[in-house]
């Protein structure tokens, strides 16, 4: 059996770097969906590519080209539905081809498109190379921030991305994403810490049904700070920030030392970490659970999520590749739209 579609709608996933393992999750994911219990999805991909793939892991698997996301929910008991790619992508696992580059941007711009349309529940995105589309000319950091411009370019209202890793043990949001460490006391503003704090509280509530979300601020110094003899952020920016959030009536403590927040008692007294930087965040959240984590991105009208990991090249086409946190990406994806479309209906 395989979970029921949210809203008669399928989950549209983007195929990713095809040297990575993005191609081996998703046709293993097919294969499995009745084990795991996964809703409908669709992939939008180079179908030849697809079929090399397939043969090299020795999955048996009927794969079929479809016109319309609307197609996909009849054929996924029986076949793997795909929208095939006007760009195509060559199966050479572990090696990047520059040409692949446009083949893996049309695949996330025509996923987002369906979603936003409203002809996919749920985007879920498989890992990208991110030298390999800078190299194309792509500019932006990750996905994060190409979703946030596809979203405003087709709503006309402005988007503010938050990345939130989310895991059985931990969820962790870096409030500044991929940039240089020596920029981030440059980026980090009171202003960004309070924007960032207000999406994830309302996400937590809309999307994940907590009713008062408990938010916990790094600091971003070494034990924060150490009353402004390490640093003095977390006086002058990260503490006003939680003075502002709280008088949004939003639950909140901090800035706190990085090193002794994670630990287990620690982690009970909140639901979402709110860090200072990339690895701060990811750090823990990878290391607690490299295996379940999803990455969820917040402010977006669509949901959004993605595997904890990156394109692991060197699994690709070897059949090594777990696939435990793309299916927590596709369930929680699933879950998230139900929890929308529930509240959308009440
Ligand atoms: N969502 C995304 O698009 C995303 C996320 C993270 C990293 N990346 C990109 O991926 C590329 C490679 O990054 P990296 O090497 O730092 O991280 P990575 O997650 O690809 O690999 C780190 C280590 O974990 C292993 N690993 C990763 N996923 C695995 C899986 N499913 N099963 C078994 N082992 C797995 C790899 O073999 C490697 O040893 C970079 O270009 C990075 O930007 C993309
Ligand atoms: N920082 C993310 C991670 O390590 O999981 C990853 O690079 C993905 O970023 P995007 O979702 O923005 O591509």
Do not use: W
Not at 334 to 340: E, G, L, N
């Amino acid at each position: 059996m395989t979970s029921p579609s949210v809203a008669g709608l399928p989950l549209a996933v983007s195929v990713g770097e095809p040297s990575g393992i993005g191609p081996d999750l998703v046709l293993t994911c097919h294969r499995d969906r009745a084990l795991f219990n996964l809703a409908p999805f669709f992939t939008v991909a180079d179908v030849d590519m697809l079929q090399s793939r397939a043969a090299r892991l020795g999955i048996d698997i009927s794969i079929a080209a479809i016109d319309r996301p609307e197609d996909a929910v009849a054929v996924f008991p029986s076949a793997l539905p795909v929208l095939p790619l006007e760009n195509r992508h060559e199966d050479a696992p572990g090696a990047t081809n520059p040409a692949n580059a446009a083949g893996t941007i049309e695949s996330i711009e025509r996923a987002t498109r369906y979603a936003l349309e409203g002809r996919a529940a749920a985007l879920v995105t498989a890992p990208i190379e991110k030298k390999a589309l800078y190299d194309a000319g792509f500019d932006h950091p990750g996905h994060t921030e190409f979703l946030a411009a596809l979203c405003q370019r087709h709503s006309g209202h402005s988007v503010q991305p938050v990345m939130l890793l989310t895991g059985p043990e931990l969820s962790s949001v870096p409030v500044t994403i991929h940039i240089p460490l020596c920029d981030v006391p440059k980026a980090l503003t009171t202003e960004l810490v309070v924007s960032t704090g207000r999406i994830v509280a309302r996400h937590l509530k809309r999307d994940f049904g907590i009713a008062q979300p408990r938010l916990a601020v790094a600091g971003l110094n070494p034990h924060a700070g150490e009353q402004g003899t390490m640093g003095r952020e977390d006086i002058e920016i990260v503490a006003p920030a939680i003075e502002r959030l709280r008088k949004d009536g939003i639950t909140v403590h901090g800035p706190l030392p990085a090193d002794t927040m994670f630990h287990a008692e620690a982690r009970r007294t909140y639901d979402v970490a709110l860090c200072m930087y990339h690895d701060q965040a990811l750090i823990p959240v990878k290391t607690l659970g490299f295996d379940e984590s999803v990455n969820v991105t917040l402010g977006l009208p669509i949901i959004r999520t993605s595997p904890d990991h990156g394109t692991a090249a060197a699994l690709a086409g070897t059949g090594q590749a777990r696939t435990a946190s793309f299916i927590a990406a596709l369930t929680l994806a699933s879950r998230m739209a139900a929890i929308r479309a529930g509240s959308a209906g009440a």
